[in-house]
């Protein structure tokens, strides 16, 4: 019995030991997370009417609740899906640096608050090729956003970190521009 709990304390300390190394050797590589600190900004544009809509709502939610001004069409239950342009600057014709892609859920009876699930996939400068994961649940009403980066690939595999997110221009039944800070560490 003594050999037993010897051997299964021993295994149980060599892989201590391995998870420990790996998890700090994992950010040495050129194909690791970024171990730095590291600061993204960039302005995503929401587009949800027009010729070539980047948002759109796929299934609406129950009846709509009315707001401060006693209409709203924002509705508890409502999915909307995004493939939203990331630019350098606010401007329509500010160079793209990459896609948002996801989709978010109208979580709240009240307000406007979400449940955001969404890949940022960087397509141009020294990060063309990777993307981050934030997940998190958004309450617009907010002046500053706050969402969690939860993972990513290419040059950010393993990222963590969060994103403030700011109104730029923006209506919320036509769309517009959001200000987006990513910090990783």
Do not use: C, W
Not at 90 to 115: C, D, I, K, L, M
Not at 164 to 181: H, I, P, Q, T
């Amino acid at each position: 019995m003594a050999n037993i709990v010897s051997a299964l304390l021993l295994f149980s300390a060599v892989l201590l030991a391995a998870a420990v190394y790996f998890h700090h050797d994992g950010g040495s590589s050129n194909e690791s997370s970024a171990t730095a600190r590291t600061h993204l900004h960039f302005y995503m544009h929401d587009q949800y009417t027009g010729p070539n809509p980047t948002a759109a709502l796929i299934v609406p939610g129950r009846a709509p609740l009315p707001d401060a001004t006693g209409t709203s069409s924002r509705r508890f239950g409502d999915i909307a899906v995004m493939n939203n342009v990331l630019t350098e600057g606010p401007q329509r014709g500010s160079p793209a640096v990459g896609t948002a892609q996801g989709f978010t859920v109208r979580v709240s009876e009240r307000g406007t608050v979400n449940a955001l699930s969404m890949h940022l996939v960087i397509e141009a400068g020294e990060y063309a090729g990777s993307s981050l994961v934030v997940n998190s649940r958004v309450d617009t009403d907010l002046a500053v956003r706050e969402s969690v980066i939860v993972g990513g690939t290419g040059r950010f595999r393993f990222a963590q970190g969060y994103a403030l997110s700011r109104s730029y221009d923006y209506d919320l039944a036509k769309g517009g521009v959001v200000e987006v800070d990513v910090y990783l560490y």
